[in-house]
């Protein structure tokens, strides 16, 4: 994908510039790969403000909210990557592989059993990432569809009314379901959550629908723009299937090269900072737009073209230090299930439409396909 000429020329000037966001607020936009990779990691920076009723926005939906309380920040960062952070080791992560493994294999079936000209999207690409974060939360497979739907309603930064709904329907449902894993427990994320000592079940709540809504609508979007970058550069493809054990290298560049930028992650300075030579002031907005970070081409040369062979593990698609995010090797084994068995079942497979007529999600917070045609 190609970074807009726009922010090509933003990022020529600097790393750091003056903008207004579509709310008509000031805020400083970090568009450098070094300058980002920093930040996310520099407790400067946070979700909260002492005003939040003044604070400037991106939008009007949760997503571009002041959330938290600044007093408390810290803290409650800590304390919920200590709560979380069990649930996701390696130790944790292993043993699913084989199921994601499994689970993949049954929709490649039923893609294959459908024949060409398939969406890829819909057959794969959605049901994949939900039937997984589900099985680790413990939510019932029949719940499975009414979770898609709330997550794509909450996602749709375009109607913040419907964004609220969704949001509303997903922290409701996960009250009901804490109510019942505390009386049947399993052996699930939500369940260890309600074992542990002094959680609320607002907490374990609001906890589980995030990672919920992370989990699923962030790596449906991942799995579609690989398909389409894979697919839109037949020579990387055809790399890909001609040596599987390309596989790992090419999901990297995936995740570095599937967002171009122009949003930004919103961060308020906590207290007065300088950004390479830039004051910034306590309570500004700074916007870390990790997709133009990642298409630095300080950090990676040629950054526009799509190389599977690149290094490209430096990408912060998935944050970096304080922030890094705790699902990341989750994410990782679903896209190596998914690029492992297409490649290997699927070794012709092609667009069935121009790359340029595939229809997008402009208005959903995380974007990518809204459909991937496809034959073999």
């Not at 568009?31 to 909260?48: P, S």
């Not at 037949?234 to 090269?257: C, F, K, T, Y």
């Not at 300080?298 to 890094?324: E, K, N, Q, W």
Request: some cysteine; aromatic content about 4%.
């Amino acid at each position: 994908m190609r970074t807009a000429p726009r922010l090509r020329e933003l990022r020529s000037r600097g790393p750091v510039h003056r903008v207004r966001t579509a709310m008509g607020d000031e805020a400083w936009l970090v568009t450098g790969h070094a300058q980002v990779r920093r930040l996310l990691d520099d407790d400067r920076l946070g979700r909260t403000h002492p005003t939040p009723e003044t604070a400037a926005r991106t939008g009007e939906t949760l997503f571009d909210a002041v959330l938290g309380d600044f007093a408390t920040e810290a803290a409650d960062h800590a304390r919920t990557r200590a709560l979380l952070r069990p649930h996701f080791s390696p130790g944790r992560m292993r043993p699913l592989r084989p199921r994601v493994e499994a689970l993949t294999t049954r929709l490649l079936d039923a893609l294959i059993a459908h024949g060409p000209p398939a969406d890829l999207h819909a057959m794969v690409a959605v049901p994949l990432p939900i039937l997984v974060i589900c099985a680790l939360l413990g939510v019932p497979y029949r719940d499975c569809e009414r979770f898609r739907a709330w997550t794509a309603d909450a996602a749709d930064v375009g109607d913040p009314a419907r964004s609220q709904r969704g949001l509303a329907e997903l922290y409701g449902y996960g009250h009901e379901l804490v109510a019942r894993k505390r009386v049947e427990p399993g052996d699930d994320v939500i369940s260890r959550l309600c074992a542990a000592e002094d959680v609320s079940d607002d907490e374990i709540a609001g906890l589980s629908m995030a990672l919920l809504f992370a989990g699923q609508e962030t790596t449906v979007v991942q799995i579609g723009m690989g398909v389409l970058l894979l697919l839109g550069n037949p020579d990387q493809w055809r790399a890909l299937v001609h040596d599987p054990g390309l596989v790992a290298g090419a999901v990297e560049e995936i995740l570095r090269a599937s967002n171009t930028g122009g949003g930004g992650i919103p961060r308020y300075a906590r207290r007065d900072l300088d950004i390479d030579g830039v004051a910034v002031r306590a309570g500004d907005l700074v916007l870390l737009d990790n997709g133009s970070a990642n298409h630095d081409p300080a950090a990676f040369p040629d950054p526009d073209r799509m190389d599977i062979t690149r290094a490209a593990s430096a990408h912060v698609t998935f944050g970096h230090g304080l922030r890094y995010c705790l699902g990341a090797p989750l994410a990782r084994i679903e896209l190596h299930a998914v690029f492992g068995q297409l490649v290997a079942r699927l070794p012709t497979l092609q667009l069935a439409v121009d790359p340029d007529a595939v229809r997008m999600r402009p208005d959903a917070v995380t974007g990518g396909p809204a459909e991937l045609p496809v034959r073999w």
